[in-house]
């Protein structure tokens, strides 16, 4: 069974084999007017109808809709990059002379449009959508577990294997607390309670979708895959029927922020949202954030989980206050100590999930970025106040990052040893495009004579494309050669991203390949002029800079 996040990206993916085809006939020549028979053509108002495109001034401008007022839900950050780069794609495709006279491209690049935003269909269906209740609270819960002996083999696998246990959800301390929590509700002498089954599904789901990639088999990770379906299922139920008044226990609080990556993870941003900042507040009126800021004790088991689990509510919390443009409920000045001098609690190479000192400092940037410079109150301040501020915060950044002390190092020679060289380099990229990213988001809000950037924000823009180019088309065909190779071994959810990623590399290498054959006048288009042109058709208003920070980060 696919869940209707795959389901989505399945629909996609095929409009996008689609689009590949047609470009392959472009450029053999043998292209005729004619649309598919199985897509719908949407009428010329859809697009416009129910786009939620994000809006920003100069740099990107409101959606089409003009509608201001709607709240983003769901997917918010995803569908801003989704919709604003469809249409830069359609004007790109309108522009090139070559393409243009090809009606049916566009047509398709719409339909594309039409999936990424199914909302726009008239027989759109909201109970059977992405955003449904899972499960009605009306049904009786029927309490599943998985067998005990796949449970404990994955246990044993996660035991020995240093990859899953570096990629471990960072709530848990120890292998010793994921056994106690995951195979507490399989004690027959009590009854779990809600937070209970939440941490057991939640834990089960990841533990199974981990251990189906080192399945030693493919029958095994069959059965893997069977308990994945099945654990999904049972946390939508159960956390369909939460209770709005929960009690402040450390239980509910690890749930919670268990449920935030859960939802994280099928796109539901402000699902997310509603955990974590509950899970923030109840960590505060439970004291974790005075335990995690102590000094000069023994960090004993208690203190490290209590430690680890605040500051892992502490990244989620303060990441997703900036894709969502919400204030962070965690505020800086209940913190005691700075958190360059935080001690974690836990020695490298001997715990789970290892965090270090470095994400706390930049979720630190993340939660000041939207209150000082793109929250209604920032916005209405002078510009040389913002400025001063943005300023501030990019040099703060600039320092962590550059910053090198011997936990960090310890932490990056350890990652590097348990994931192996090729992935460990994956991740320092990853690690320096986002940073990069960020910092120009903080400097997008610098406004220097009432031009739309200033030098800074165009420099680190372009030292990002940089960094990004390094891992361009080379490796993004390397990595449809890996999964291409792996096919057998890997997870549904990595072969639907198989599918969605190698019809992107085959319409790159098609699109270049075009460009360089296509007449002169076609080839002198510039990007400038295609972002310009998709600005003032989509963003004519005002700055909004939480519109903007959606644009720049994907959940």
């Known amino acids: 069974m696919v869940g209707s996040l795959e389901c989505k990206i399945d629909d996609i993916s095929e409009k996008l084999e689609k689009l590949c085809f047609m470009i392959e006939d472009v450029n053999s020549g043998l292209i005729e007017p004619k649309r598919p028979p199985d897509v719908a053509t949407p009428n010329d108002d859809a697009g416009a109808a129910a786009t939620r495109t994000p809006r920003v001034s100069g740099h990107v401008g409101e959606g089409l809709t003009g509608n201001q ?57 909201a109970t059977d959508s992405h955003y449904a209740t899972p499960t009605s609270i009306n049904q009786p819960l029927q309490p599943f577990l998985p067998p005990i002996q796949l449970t404990l083999n994955c246990l044993r696998m996660l035991k020995e294997n240093p990859v899953m246990r570096y990629f471990w959800a960072m709530e848990f301390e120890s292998i010793g607390q994921v056994t106690e929590q995951l195979l507490s509700a399989y004690a027959t002498d009590r009854q779990s309670s809600t937070a209970e089954w939440i941490i057991t599904y939640i834990g089960l789901h990841y533990l199974f979708t981990q251990g189906s990639q080192f399945a030693a088999d493919s029958v095994t990770q069959e059965r893997y895959a069977a308990q994945i379906v099945d654990c999904r299922k049972s946390a939508d139920a159960v956390l369909a029927r939460l209770p709005l008044h929960i009690p402040s226990t450390m239980d509910y609080v690890l749930a919670l922020t268990l449920a935030t990556q859960y939802c994280m993870g099928q796109c539901k941003a402000t699902m997310a949202w509603t955990y974590i900042s509950t899970a923030s507040r109840m960590s505060q009126a439970m004291g974790l954030h005075q335990i995690a800021c102590r000094q000069g004790h023994d960090f004993d ?59 706390l400092q930049i979720s630190q940037i993340e939660g000041r970025v939207y209150e000082e410079i793109y929250s209604p109150a920032a916005l209405q301040q002078p510009p040389s106040q913002r400025n001063a501020r943005a300023n501030l915060l990019a040099s703060g950044l600039k320092t962590i990052i550059q910053e090198s002390r011997p936990f960090e190092s310890e932490f990056l020679r350890e990652r590097r040893r348990a994931v192996g060289e090729k992935l460990d380099d994956l991740l320092t990229q990853c690690d320096k495009v986002s940073n990069l990213s960020l910092m120009c988001l903080i400097y997008s809000g610098v406004s220097v004579d009432n031009a739309p950037f200033c030098d800074e924000c165009i420099d680190t823009a372009r030292q990002a494309l940089a960094e990004h180019a390094k891992t361009e088309l080379e490796l993004l065909g390397s990595l449809v050669n890996s999964l291409e190779a792996g096919q057998n071994q890997d997870t549904f959810s990595a072969s639907r991203l198989l599918r969605t990623i190698k019809p992107l590399y085959t319409a790159a290498l098609k699109y270049i390949e075009m460009k360089s054959q296509a007449a002169p006048t076609a080839t002198n288009i510039s990007f400038e002029t295609i972002y310009q042109e998709t600005a003032s058709t989509t963003a004519p208003g005002p700055v909004d800079g939480r519109h903007f920070g959606l644009l720049l980060n994907l959940e």
């Open 301 to 359: 088991a208690d203190a490290r989980q209590k430690t680890k689990l605040f500051f892992a509510i502490m990244i989620l919390e303060k990441n997703l206050s900036l894709q969502l443009g919400r204030s962070s409920t965690l505020r800086d000045h209940d913190l005691g100590v700075p958190l360059k001098d935080i001690r974690m609690g836990h020695q490298v190479g001997g715990s789970l999930g290892i965090m270090s000192p470095k994400w």
């Open 69 to 125: 007022n709607i709240e983003h839900e769901g997917e918010t950050s995803l569908a801003a990059h989704a919709n604003f780069t469809t249409q830069i794609l359609e004007n790109a495709v309108i522009t090139d002379a070559s393409m243009s006279r090809q009606g049916e491209m566009a047509l398709m690049i719409r339909d594309i449009r039409h999936a990424i935003n199914p909302t726009s269909d008239p027989g759109f269906d």
